[in-house]
Each structure stands twice: as structure tokens, then as C-alpha cells.
């Protein structure tokens, strides 16, 4: 059987991605070729500070046989990036560097429709500078999947999906629709039928607390509720609109596969607390399959060693097929 082999992008410089990774391929057998884009230079000054002993295998972009690669090496292919030191404070002087890290490979995935790709944490701040809401709205605009993309916290046993992501919450009222809805449960449903070949039990939830407020056409009444009358119409597995305080209680927990929230924390913050970092990042509805683990760059933690692989070594063995 031939492994298709995962792009990875390291993403922000000054973040824990390296020591994760590190951990992830010494600890864990992959089959799937691993190609990782990042500085040489950076990974080998982290390798050194973080106490690990890897060999390098160095290629290059037009690499014609993919095939043959292994993960006896780190497969890397280098993308400059000038430092002073190896671990530095997060900053706008990564950002050309990031771009190009995603350029490359976007580049690579396009030539090989086959390849997947999972990137490492990106300072959303530094890097994206209000030109984007986050990594699954970027890598949308770049694919030109703009208001297609999905993102799915998954875990085996519950996923999470907001139907907003990284939005303030004043703003989130404005963007919440039927189409949206609509175009959010087919996209997961679609998933679960390809990877699991079962259609997901979805909850939805209100936006306002225990799904009511006090003026007229509230977002409940006047598109959350239809929005689920017609998705159950056309037969797929929805109900709520549900209470977010509650729809997480054990009870509830058994009779779902994935908890569709109206904004991010909204789910993402009981996700966590359920799953720790047994969890990963799935944008749904680009061109690619793209994954990434369910952490950000942590900069406090650089250096220390003391960083959990979990949700990369998760990311890595759902794409190992």
C-alpha cells in the first residue's frame, strides 16, 4: 500500500511546534511520509537546545518522487528565516516568512491533489493583522473558498463546530443565517460520511442564554429554529436549538456526535475542558485536507520542554491512511 505523504508547515517560529514535533516522531510510528517546511537552520538550533539527536534529509520543492521517502530522516525542505537566536518573542518580523511556508506548499498541493497538510500554531495577531478572522478563513481566501470552509474540533468520542470563529461577539449576530447553517451541517455531515461512513447526530445551539430573550425576532425564532426545520426536512440528523450551558452535561453528551455552537467559545471553551488537547483542528471545504492541532504557539512554554504532543500525535495518526 502506498502512503500518501503529509505536508507539514512548522508556522510560527518562536512556538512550541518543533519540541511537539520531536516528540511526536520519536514516540510514534508513522507510515505516511512526513514533509515538514520550515528553516533548517531554526529546527536544527531547537534540536540542539531541546536535547534531540535527529538526521536531516534535505530536498528540495521539485522533489519528483515522493514515493520514496521515508521517516528514517526528518524530511525537510528548507525555507530561510533570519533569527538571532532560536527562541525569540513573537513578532511581525515572521510574518514573510510564514507566508512563504504556506505558499510553498499550497504550491506542492496543487502539483500533488494527493497530499495533505497539517500546519503548526500561527499568532493569529502577528501573523494574519486583521487581514483575516484566523488559519481557516486564510487558507479559504487562498483556495478561494471564501464562506466555504468549515472548522471541526474532532474528537472520537464528541466534535465541536462553531458556525463563527474568531468574531468578536458583538458582531456575531450579524453573521449568523439559514444558508450558513445549512452549508455548515452539510459540510460536517459529508465528513462523517466519508471517514466513518455514518451520518453524525448534530445539537445545535442558540446564540442568546437558554435560547430566548426579551425583544422580538430573536435570532432562536428567526433563523436558528427554521434553519433546523429544513435541514430536518431534507433527513439529516439535527435538533435544538439547545442551551449552552446545558447541552454539555453528561446526559446529553451520549446522544450527540458533534455540538454545532453559534461562536467560538461557545464551544470550543467546553471542548477543552472535556478533551484537554485530545483534539484536532479539521477545516472542512478546501480543496485539501488540511489539519491542525488544537493549540496555539505558547510562547511562555519555549525552551522548557515540558509541552504535551497529544493533539499533533492525533492530528498525524488521523492523517496516517
Same mark, same amino acid.
Given at each position: 500500500?502506498?502512503?500518501?505523504?503529509i505536508?507539514?508547515?512548522?508556522g510560527?517560529?518562536?512556538?512550541?511546534?518543533?519540541?511537539?514535533?520531536?516528540?511526536?516522531?520519536?514516540?510514534?510510528?508513522?507510515?505516511?511520509? $512526513?514533509i515538514?517546511?520550515?528553516s533548517?537552520?531554526?529546527?536544527?538550533?531547537?534540536?540542539?537546545k531541546l536535547g534531540f539527536?535527529?538526521?536531516?534529509?534535505?530536498?528540495?520543492? /521539485?522533489?519528483?518522487?515522493?514515493?520514496?521517502?521515508?521517516?528514517?530522516?526528518?524530511?525537510i525542505?528548507?525555507?530561510?528565516?533570519?533569527?538571532?537566536k532560536?527562541?525569540?518573542?513573537?513578532s511581525?518580523?515572521s510574518n514573510?516568512?510564514?507566508?512563504e511556508?504556506?505558499?510553498?506548499?499550497?504550491?506542492?498541493?496543487?502539483?500533488?491533489?494527493? $497530499?495533505?497538510?497539517?500546519n503548526?500554531p500561527?499568532?493569529?495577531?502577528s501573523?494574519?493583522d486583521?487581514?483575516?478572522?484566523?488559519?481557516?478563513?486564510y487558507?479559504?481566501?487562498?483556495?478561494?473558498?471564501?464562506?466555504?470552509?468549515?472548522?471541526l474540533i474532532? @474528537?472520537?468520542?464528541?466534535?465541536?463546530?462553531?458556525?463563527? +470563529?474568531?468574531?468578536?461577539?458583538?458582531?456575531?449576530?450579524?453573521?449568523?443565517?439559514?444558508?450558513?447553517?445549512?452549508?455548515?451541517?452539510?459540510?460536517?455531515?459529508?465528513?462523517y460520511?466519508?471517514?466513518f @461512513?455514518?451520518?453524525?447526530?448534530?445539537? !445545535? +445551539?442558540?446564540?442568546?442564554p437558554?435560547?430566548?430573550s426579551?425583544?422580538?425576532?430573536c435570532?432562536? /425564532?428567526?433563523?436558528?429554529?427554521?434553519?433546523?426545520?429544513?435541514l430536518?426536512a431534507?433527513?439529516f440528523?439535527?435538533?435544538?436549538?439547545?442551551?449552552?450551558?446545558?447541552?454539555?452535561i453528561k446526559?446529553?453528551?451520549?446522544?450527540?456526535?458533534v !455540538?454545532?455552537?453559534?461562536?467560538h467559545?461557545?464551544?470550543l471553551?467546553?471542548?477543552?475542558?472535556l478533551f484537554?488537547f485530545?483534539?484536532?483542528?479539521? +477545516?472542512?471545504?478546501?480543496?485539501?485536507v488540511?489539519?491542525?492541532? /488544537?493549540?496555539?504557539p505558547?510562547?511562555?512554554?519555549?525552551g522548557?520542554n515540558?509541552?504535551?504532543?497529544?493533539?499533533?500525535?492525533?492530528?498525524?495518526?488521523? $492523517?496516517?491512511?
Amino acid at each position: 500500500m502506498n502512503y500518501k505523504p503529509i505536508i507539514i508547515i512548522a508556522g510560527e517560529p518562536n512556538s512550541i511546534f518543533f519540541e511537539i514535533f520531536f516528540k511526536s516522531i520519536t514516540t510514534n510510528y508513522f507510515k505516511s511520509p $512526513l514533509i515538514i517546511i520550515a528553516s533548517k537552520e531554526l529546527m536544527s538550533q531547537q534540536m540542539k537546545k531541546l536535547g534531540f539527536n535527529l538526521k536531516i534529509n534535505l530536498i528540495t520543492e /521539485d522533489y519528483s518522487n515522493m514515493s520514496r521517502l521515508n521517516n528514517k530522516k526528518i524530511n525537510i525542505i528548507n525555507v530561510n528565516y533570519n533569527f538571532k537566536k532560536p527562541f525569540e518573542k513573537i513578532s511581525p518580523k515572521s510574518n514573510d516568512y510564514i507566508a512563504e511556508c504556506f505558499k510553498l506548499a499550497l504550491r506542492l498541493i496543487k502539483k500533488n491533489k494527493y $497530499l495533505k497538510l497539517i500546519n503548526g500554531p500561527i499568532s493569529k495577531k502577528s501573523f494574519l493583522d486583521g487581514k483575516s478572522l484566523g488559519i481557516t478563513e486564510y487558507l479559504a481566501q487562498k483556495t478561494k473558498r471564501k464562506n466555504k470552509a468549515v472548522m471541526l474540533i474532532f @474528537n472520537k468520542k464528541l466534535s465541536v463546530s462553531p458556525l463563527t +470563529t474568531h468574531l468578536a461577539l458583538k458582531n456575531v449576530h450579524k453573521h449568523i443565517s439559514k444558508q450558513k447553517i445549512y452549508t455548515h451541517i452539510k459540510l460536517i455531515t459529508e465528513f462523517y460520511k466519508k471517514n466513518f @461512513n455514518k451520518k453524525p447526530k448534530i445539537a !445545535i +445551539t442558540g446564540l442568546n442564554p437558554h435560547c430566548e430573550s426579551n425583544f422580538k425576532d430573536c435570532e432562536e /425564532d428567526a433563523t436558528i429554529l427554521p434553519a433546523i426545520r429544513n435541514l430536518k426536512a431534507k433527513n439529516f440528523k439535527v435538533q435544538g436549538p439547545f442551551p449552552s450551558d446545558t447541552i454539555f452535561i453528561k446526559e446529553h453528551l451520549k446522544n450527540f456526535d458533534v !455540538i454545532v455552537g453559534m461562536y467560538h467559545d461557545q464551544v470550543l471553551s467546553p471542548m477543552k475542558a472535556l478533551f484537554g488537547f485530545d483534539a484536532i483542528n479539521i +477545516t472542512l471545504g478546501l480543496p485539501f485536507v488540511r489539519i491542525s492541532p /488544537d493549540h496555539g504557539p505558547n510562547s511562555s512554554m519555549l525552551g522548557k520542554n515540558l509541552s504535551n504532543p497529544k493533539s499533533l500525535i492525533e492530528s498525524l495518526k488521523f $492523517l496516517d491512511k
